[in-house]
């Protein structure tokens, strides 16, 4: 399998700014992918990247670096309603088109 | 709105019994995909199918096997339960091609006692 490292858990303040890292060591890399997990929910798409730099989408933004094995999802202007946890995961040519995903950030936003 | 269909959301079952978890989509979708979800462990690949009738294996296919008979229907079975694979099971569909996201069902709670 691929080696996906993510954050535990992180705190943040509702109207910040917040960065959650991802770093992969994978060969036959094919896309980043970002999902929403809310407690008791399926996980929902939020972003995906295939080459690098930034892809912007409203208060979202998903950053990818290949070279470096690095992604970063940004969330603008928290609301309470983002706490969730935020699942990265890599696609590889040889495994088809399944997603493999790390362990997921829990982010807890506070008034 | 698309849709991933999961038989159950909950479901008590004892050691030893025969487990049949069912999932369907209506979106035309070519893949599936089987995930276990574990408290630390994340989201893990159990099995994948691309095509009707067929079927790769994921991470952890020990214990499970899959059934493929339709395109919109994608079953995982469980031999014979064990209290190892209580968890919470999670189908997903995507379309085939390159940028594609998967999309998941509610998820089934299986408990194994």
């Known amino acids: 399998g691929q080696n996906i490292d993510q954050p535990t858990e992180m705190t943040a303040t509702e109207g910040a700014i917040v960065q959650i890292n991802c770093t992969y060591q994978?060969?036959?890399?094919?896309?980043l992918f970002w999902y929403q997990q809310h407690a008791g929910e399926a996980p929902t798409f939020l972003s995906y990247?295939?080459?690098?730099g930034l892809e912007e989408k409203g208060r979202f933004s998903s950053f990818l670096s290949r070279s470096k094995g690095y992604s970063y999802l940004l969330l603008k202007e928290l609301q309470m309603k983002d706490s969730a946890s935020y699942l990265c995961a890599v696609r590889v040519r040889h495994s088809g088109y399944a997603l493999n995903f790390g362990k997921g950030t829990s982010l807890l936003v506070t008034p | 709105d698309v849709k991933v269909t999961q038989s159950s959301r909950y479901l008590v079952k004892r050691t030893g019994e025969k487990v049949f978890l069912e999932c369907v989509q209506d979106m035309d979708h070519e893949n599936m995909f089987w995930y276990r979800q574990d408290p630390g462990l994340g989201l893990r690949l159990i099995y994948f199918?691309?095509?009707?009738?067929?079927?790769e294996k994921g991470d952890i296919p020990e214990g499970y096997s899959v059934s493929r008979e339709k395109k919109e229907r994608f079953s995982l079975i469980l031999e014979s339960a064990s209290t190892n694979q209580t968890s919470m099971y999670l189908c997903?569909?995507?379309?085939?091609?390159?940028?594609?996201?998967?999309?998941f069902g509610q998820g089934t709670r299986l408990t194994v006692v």
């Open positions: 990247n295939v080459l690098d």
């Open positions: 994978t060969s036959g890399f094919n896309g």
């Open positions: 199918s691309y095509d009707v009738k067929m079927k």
């Open positions: 997903a569909s995507s379309k085939a091609g390159q940028n594609t996201e998967a999309f």
